[in-house]
C-alpha cells in the first residue's frame, strides 16, 4: 500500500477506505489475557462514534481535551476522534502525579477528561474541584466503580452511546473539509530534567512533514506487526504509531510496559520503538545466559558473536560487502544460535526497530546489529515532533552517531556547540508562554535544542544536554551520560547517576540489581540482613568497584568514576528524582543525596 499521509482528522478512514476488513489493532481488554483485533473498518467506525459524541458532548473546535492513560485501543480512538472534530488532545502520562495534573488542566483550560484505569480515576477525581474548569470524566476501564447520580463522571461505553447512529456525521464530515495544516493537533507537556512543564505546540502540518520524511527512511509497511511499547504520550511512541498507520501496519497495543516481554512473545511483532534501556536489558539478559551456559556453548556464542559483529558491523555498516566465506558462516549462524536468541524476544520475524530517548552504548548498539537485529538509532525532541535524525535502513551508518538528519531539517551548530534546528516540523513554540517561546529561537528562527554535538561525514553525534555538561574544579569537561550509558550495561546495575559538576574528581550514585546482589552475597557466603547491609560491605563494594573500572578503560582519566555509594532503594517519581520519561533530575538528585555525594569528597 502506498503511504496515505492524509489530514489526521481523516486519516483512519482514508486507510480503512483502502484495507477495508483486514486487521488493524490488536489488543487485550482491561485485566483480559486474550488478544483481540479490529479491523480497519471497524477501527473508523469507532472514531466516528468518537467524533459524534465529542460533538453532542459541547466540543468545540480547537478545545483542548486531556487524555491521562495509559497505551489502549481507546486512546486511539479519542485521538482520532477528537481530530475528526478539529478538537486538541493533550496527552497526560499515566504515572502523572495530583499536582502536575492539576497544573495541565489549568493551564490548558480542559473541561473534559479522558482516564484509563482505578490509578488514573483515582489522582482526577482528588484534583477535581481545585480545577475550576474541568466538568467531566470519562473512565476508559469499565471495571472502576463509578459513583451513582454524578454528572461529572462517565463510562467510555456510555460516552459512546452518545454518537450511536452518527446524528452529527454530516457536521463531522464539513469539519475536517474545514481542518487546516495550522490547526493543533496536541499539546505536549514536558515534565523536563530542569524547570516547570511547557506545554509544546504540535500541529497537524508539523506531522504531515514528519510523516513524510520520516517515510523516507524507515520502510514500515502494511505487512508488519508494530508493538506499541512506550507511553502514547511519549512523542516518539505517538509520531511513530501515526506514521504506521498511514502505512496501513498493524499495531499491538501493549498496556502495561512491565509486561511487554511476554507481548512479544505473545504476538510475534516484526518492529517496535523503543529507548536504549530496553535493548540494554536484552542484552544483560543474554549476557548472563552465556555465562551460565556450558563451556562449549560459552565458545560458540562468543565466536558467534565474533562473526556477527564482523558481517554486520564492520562490512555492512560500513557499505561494504562481505567476503563469501564470511557471508556463509554468518548466515549460518544466523539461522542457528541467532534465530534461537530472537526466537526467546519473540522477534523471529524482526524487520528494524527505532531506538531513540537517551545515550545509545556501543557495546548494546553493536550486540543488538550482530545478533541480526536492525536497530535504528535516531535523535530527536517533542520540539520537533520526534525524529530530527536517524539511521537509514541498508544504508552506511557509524556505532556512536544518531544518523543522517531526515529531509526537511536544517541542522546549524552554535559557536557553543548547541544543536539549533530549523524545518516544517519544528514547533512554533509553548502554549500560554510567550517568554520561553521567544527565548527558545535564535534570530535567524533556529530552535535551540539544549543538546550539544556535532557533524561529521553528514552523520550527527551527540555530546550530551548542555546544561548536563559538567565542568570539574579541575576544568575538565565531562558528559555524565555518556558515561553513564557506558557503565548501565553492567548485570548489577539498575539506576546510575554520575557526580562531577564543580567536583574534583567524578563520582556516581548506583542502584543495583538487588536480587543478583543478594545472590552474589549467598554465594561468597557474605551475611547480610537488608539491602542497607548489602550496599554498605566492602567485599560487594570491591567486586562493584573490579566491574566499574573494566567498563570505563576506553574513558579518559578524568572522566572516570573514582568513587561511588551504592543506595538501598531506587531514585523515584514521588520523590522528584525521576521525570515521566523516566530521566533523572540531576539538580533534584544532588539536594536528596547531599550527605551521601558530600561523603564521597571527603579527603
Known amino acids: 500500500m502506498q503511504q496515505i499521509n492524509s489530514h489526521m482528522s481523516r486519516l483512519v478512514h482514508d486507510v480503512a477506505a483502502q484495507l477495508g476488513d483486514r486487521e488493524a489493532l490488536i489488543y487485550k481488554d482491561f485485566g483480559g489475557s486474550e488478544w483481540k483485533s479490529y479491523s480497519w473498518n471497524e477501527f473508523s467506525q469507532k472514531v466516528k462514534l468518537v467524533s459524534n459524541a465529542m460533538l453532542n458532548m459541547g466540543v468545540k473546535v480547537q478545545e483542548n481535551l486531556g487524555v491521562f492513560s495509559q497505551n489502549t485501543v481507546q486512546y486511539l480512538f479519542c485521538d482520532f476522534g477528537a481530530w475528526g472534530v478539529r478538537a486538541v488532545t493533550i496527552p497526560f502520562y499515566a504515572t502523572s502525579s495530583e499536582q502536575q495534573i492539576q497544573f495541565m488542566v489549568s493551564d490548558a483550560k480542559i473541561r473534559f477528561l479522558f482516564v484509563g484505569e482505578q490509578e488514573q480515576y483515582d489522582k482526577a477525581r482528588r484534583v477535581f474541584h481545585m480545577c475550576k474548569t474541568l466538568e467531566r470524566i470519562i473512565v476508559f476501564d469499565p471495571a472502576v466503580s463509578l459513583p451513582e447520580d454524578d454528572p461529572t463522571v462517565m463510562h467510555f461505553d456510555d460516552f459512546l452511546k452518545l454518537g450511536e447512529g452518527l446524528p452529527r456525521q454530516s457536521e463531522v464530515e464539513s469539519l475536517q473539509q474545514q481542518a487546516t495544516p495550522d490547526d493543533i493537533a496536541n ?6 530534567t530542569t524547570g516547570d512543564s511547557k506545554g509544546v505546540i504540535l500541529t497537524h502540518g508539523q506531522y504531515h512533514a514528519a510523516f513524510e520524511a520520516n517515510a523516507k527512511c524507515v520502510p514500515v509497511d502494511e505487512n508488519d506487526r508494530v508493538m506499541n511499547f512506550l507511553p502514547f ?93 564470511l557471508h556463509l558462516e554468518y548466515e549460518m549462524l544466523n539461522n542457528t544460535v541467532f534465530s534461537l536468541v530472537r526466537k526467546e524476544l519473540g522477534l523471529e520475524n524482526a524487520h528494524f526497530f527505532p531506538t531513540a530517548g537517551a545515550t545509545v552504548s556501543s557495546h ?3 550486540f543488538v546489529h550482530s545478533i541480526g537485529i536492525n536497530m535504528v538509532v535516531g535523535y ?4 520537533s515532533l520526534a525524529t530530527v535524525s536517524c539511521d537509514h535502513l541498508g544504508k552506511p551508518f557509524t556505532v556512536g552517531s544518531v544518523g543522517h538528519p531526515i529531509e526537511g531539517i536544517s541542522i546549524k551548530i552554535s559557536d557553543e556547540g548547541e544543536i539549533l534546528l530549523k524545518g516544517p516540523t519544528i514547533t512554533r513554540g509553548y502554549y500560554n508562554r510567550d517568554d520561553i517561546t521567544r527565548e527558545a529561537f535564535t534570530e535567524d528562527g533556529y530552535f535551540r535544542t539544549g543538546d550539544s554535538g556535532y557533524m561529521q561525514d553528514g552523520e550527527l553525534f551527540l555530546k550530551d544536554r548542555i546544561k548536563d555538561l559538567y565542568k570539574t574544579s579541575n576544568g575538565k569537561y565531562i558528559a555524565p551520560q555518556m558515561i553513564e550509558s557506558k557503565l548501565l550495561v553492567d ?8 557526580i562531577a559538576d564543580q567536583r574534583k574528581f567524578v ?28 550496599c554498605q560491605n566492602a567485599q560487594i563494594h570491591e567486586m562493584m ?23 538501598p532503594h531506587h531514585f523515584s517519581l514521588e520523590r522528584g528524582e525521576l521525570t515521566n520519561t523516566l530521566k533523572i533530575k540531576r539538580r533534584v538528585l544532588n539536594e536528596n543525596y547531599a550527605k551521601e555525594i558530600d561523603a564521597m569528597y571527603e579527603d
Open 187 to 192: 499539546i505536549l507537556y514536558t515534565s523536563g
Open 233 to 325: 504520550t511519549h512523542i516518539f511512541e505517538k509520531g511513530w504509531k501515526i506514521l504506521c498507520i498511514t502505512k496501513g501496519a498493524r499495531l499491538i497495543v501493549n498496556t502495561h510496559p512491565l509486561e511487554v516481554q511476554q507481548s512479544m512473545r505473545e504476538t510475534h511483532p516484526t518492529c517496535m520503538s523503543a529507548v536504549p534501556r530496553f535493548w540494554e536489558k536484552v542484552y544483560m539478559g543474554v549476557q548472563e545466559k552465556i555465562e551460565n551456559s556450558g563451556a562449549v556453548q560459552r565458545k560458540l556464542f562468543r565466536h558467534a558473536l565474533a562473526v556477527g559483529r564482523k558481517h554486520n558491523i564492520e562490512y555492512l555498516a560500513n557499505g561494504k560487502k562481505p567476503p563469501l566465506t
Open 364 to 366: 548494546v548498539e553493536e
Open 380 to 383: 530527536g525532541l517533542t520540539e
Open 491 to 498: 548485570k548489577y546495575i539498575d539506576q546510575l547517576a554520575i
Open 507 to 534: 563520582s556516581a550514585l548506583i542502584i543495583p540489581v538487588y536480587s543478583l546482589l543478594e545472590e552474589y552475597a549467598r554465594e561468597h557466603n557474605i551475611a547480610f540482613e537488608s539491602r542497607e547491609d548489602l
Open 545 to 567: 568497584q573490579e566491574r566499574i573500572d573494566t567498563l570505563q578503560q576506553q574513558l579518559a582519566h578524568y572522566e572516570q568514576v573514582k568513587r561511588f555509594t551504592l543506595l
